[in-house]
């Protein structure tokens, strides 16, 4: 069975440019993660989908970070326009659906997209 | 709120013998589960051990094994045997409805 597939995997561009990244979750899981690791840190939650609705996008800096996922599978991960601090790895994970009062919760991730900003 | 805090940035072991990543952690739920998650260099994410917290048993996947202290909230991961593709950053990390993980161990095993 195929993982979670994201690309590019290295993205190098200069400050102000954009830039998009996609995610492919494994076939029938309902639960899209996006999620950004800085250099040496843990991942921290950009956006989380149930089917094609954004549930979590708290985190999300919607002045210049946008995400889709439109047919509920595939996703994509806009960045418009980049900043210095942009620099990171941005990670796609995907889960099951998920029984009432199931707390398990594993997350399949993908190997990420690495985005230098210059 | 959740919290997952892991205070030891790096360490390193030697080929063959045992280390223990620490974790804590803060909640309020009572059911719940706690994983640790191994990341390679350059490679993604994998899930090592789960934990669930209605269990006294601490949790056992061949080399690895944890130390589960519900009431102190402690959540440690012991790798005995070290092994050089051990090497990597461990998280610690807690479910709830998305992940929420510690600023991860940078472990370093030695030939």
């Known amino acids: 069975e195929a993982g979670v597939v994201q690309s590019p995997r290295y993205k190098i561009i200069e400050k102000k440019q954009p830039v998009a990244f996609w995610c492919n979750p494994i076939s029938g899981h309902n639960t899209l993660y996006w999620y950004r690791q800085n250099l040496g840190q843990g991942p921290e939650l950009l956006i989380r989908?149930?089917?094609?609705?954004?549930?979590?996008d708290s985190q999300l800096p919607k002045d210049r970070f946008s995400a889709e996922r439109l047919k509920g599978v595939d996703s994509t991960l806009k960045i418009q326009p980049a900043e210095l601090g942009d620099s990171a790895v941005y990670l796609c994970?995907?889960?099951?659906?998920?029984?009432?009062?199931?707390?398990?919760?594993?997350?399949?991730f993908g190997e990420g997209s690495r985005l230098t900003v210059l | 709120a959740q919290t997952v805090t892991q205070s030891q940035p790096e360490m390193s072991v030697q080929e063959a013998e045992t280390v223990t990543l620490s974790c804590t952690y803060d909640t309020s739920e009572n059911n719940y589960y706690l994983f640790w998650y191994k990341q390679p260099p350059s490679r993604q994410m994998i899930l090592v051990i789960r934990q669930e917290a209605y269990k006294q048993q601490n949790a056992t996947e061949n080399r690895f094994s944890v130390n589960f202290q519900k009431a102190a909230k402690s959540f440690s991961l012991k790798i005995s045997d070290s092994q050089l593709g051990d090497t990597a950053m461990y998280f610690c990390a807690f479910p709830t409805g998305k992940l929420i993980f510690g600023q991860g161990t940078t472990l370093q095993v030695k030939p």
């Open positions: 994970a995907s889960s099951p659906p998920r029984l009432a009062g199931d707390h398990t919760g594993e997350l399949f």
């Open positions: 989908y149930e089917n094609e609705e954004a549930v979590d």
